[in-house]
């Protein structure tokens, strides 16, 4: 039927929706926009959860790829043998979410030294 939702359409419009939300986060962090250390705190904290769930979504990426290709159901653009690239992209995604997994770990040791971190009074005074 038309208008129906291709399969995957949730999952494409919701990794859309990070990549906005990251260009957004980028352009609010600029300039004053973190204000004090428990808003870099807070933004750390985020991230790490962010990245720290990456690797699901990478690993059923895999999953579908290797049962598509079980399946018979992809082809290659070029002619070739489809299996050569769902295996170096296998790879790729397996590099993918070991380092997801290693930000996510280095995101939250950066939040552990933030933590202890606050601002001077005169600093506090001047925040709405």
């Known amino acids: 039927m038309d208008g129906d ?4 359409d949730r999952a494409v419009a919701l990794a859309a929706a990070a990549a906005e939300a990251v ?3 980028n352009h609010a962090v600029g300039g004053d926009g973190i204000g004090l250390p428990s808003a870099a705190y807070d933004i750390l904290g985020a991230l790490a959860l962010a990245a720290s769930r990456l690797g699901p979504a990478l690993t059923e990426i895999t999953r ?3 049962r598509a290709l079980a399946g018979g159901i992809l082809g290659h653009d070029l002619g070739d043998d489809p299996s050569f690239a ?30 202890a971190l606050n601002a001077l009074a005169s600093l506090k005074e001047e925040q709405p």
């Open 5 to 8: 939702p291709l399969p995957g």
């Open 23 to 25: 260009r957004g986060l």
């Open 64 to 66: 579908y790829l290797d």
């Open 86 to 115: 769902v295996g170096a992209a296998g790879t790729l995604l397996d590099d993918a979410r070991l380092r997801a997994a290693s930000l996510a770990g280095d995101l939250s040791a950066a939040q552990v030294q933030v933590a």
